[in-house]
């Protein structure tokens, strides 16, 4: 059983940074390929980024890419997602997830990973 816990949302504004954290309790964190995801309201989850597990291949959204980075620290149990010259649709509600995919193409499924965080507001104002 993996338990997340995300945190680093806030109010922004646009144009400026925000770095979110996703803390992992459990052994086997490193085993795990890591997402994080986002749902505005009335809108479907969507994908934002992922690292797996081995070889710490990283994938991004298009919409994200070259201004969002996620990485991983497997010391701390500790996924991250760096978010620059944020902009107001990024407004959302950003989970973090955990799943025992390797197959690239399950990165941007939803239904790929087995453990969700609770979430962490991000409000990008114009």
């Known amino acids: 059983q993996l338990q997340l816990v995300e945190s680093g949302g806030g109010l922004v504004q646009s144009g400026g940074s925000l770095r979110l954290s996703c803390v992992a309790s459990g052994p086997t964190f490193s085993s795990y390929s890591m997402g994080w995801f986002r749902q505005a309201p009335g809108m479907e989850r969507e994908f934002v980024a992922a690292?797996?597990?081995?070889?710490?291949?990283?994938y991004h959204a298009d919409s994200v890419k070259g201004r969002f980075t996620i990485s991983r620290d497997n010391a701390k149990n500790t996924v991250y997602l760096q978010m620059n010259s944020l902009k107001p649709e990024d407004t959302a509600v950003y989970y973090c997830?955990?799943?025992?995919?390797?197959?690239?193409?399950?990165?941007?499924?939803?239904?790929?990973?087995?453990?969700w965080g609770q979430g962490t507001q991000v409000t990008v104002s114009s």
């Open positions: 690292v797996m597990w081995i070889a710490d291949y990283t």
């Open positions: 997830a955990a799943g025992g995919w390797t197959d690239y193409r399950s990165a941007y499924v939803p239904e790929e990973y087995h453990y």
